[in-house]
């Protein structure tokens, strides 16, 4: 059985910073790509970053480009979100997704991921 398990969320001030983890187990991570999504209330899921197995490739969405930072460890079956200059809007849910490499690129689409994380808090307050 797939797992993916997020941590890391909480509240912070806007300007701040905060790291998220998803550790995976169940699967052999280094052949997956993986993703961060986030949603807020009443808001559709929107991905965030994805990165591609080996992490050969990395897409961001607008909103994350230059503050966020995807990352990998293959090792430890964990992916990372490095998150700086936190705004008011960046507050969500943040799920971590995977989806295994043979299938077509996903890009930051959440309908192509299999595999989903239960989620971690990120409140950010001016």
């Known amino acids: 059985e797939v797992q993916l398990v997020e941590s890391g969320g909480g509240s912070v001030q806007a300007g701040g910073s905060l790291r998220l983890s998803c550790e995976a187990s169940g699967l052999r991570f280094r052949d997956y790509h993986m993703a961060w999504f986030r949603q807020a209330p009443e808001k559709e899921r929107e991905g965030v970053a994805i990165i591609k197995y080996g992490a050969r490739d990395i897409e961001y969405s607008d909103s994350a480009k230059g503050r966020f930072t995807i990352s990998r460890d293959d090792a430890k079956n964990t992916v990372y979100l490095q998150m700086n200059n936190l705004k008011d809007d960046d507050t969500a849910m943040y799920y971590c997704?995977?989806?295994?490499?043979?299938?077509?690129?996903?890009?930051?689409?959440?309908?192509?991921?299999?595999?989903w994380g239960k989620g971690t808090q990120v409140t950010v307050s001016s």
């Open positions: 997704a995977s989806v295994i490499r043979l299938s077509r690129w996903p890009g930051l689409d959440p309908r192509r991921f299999s595999n």
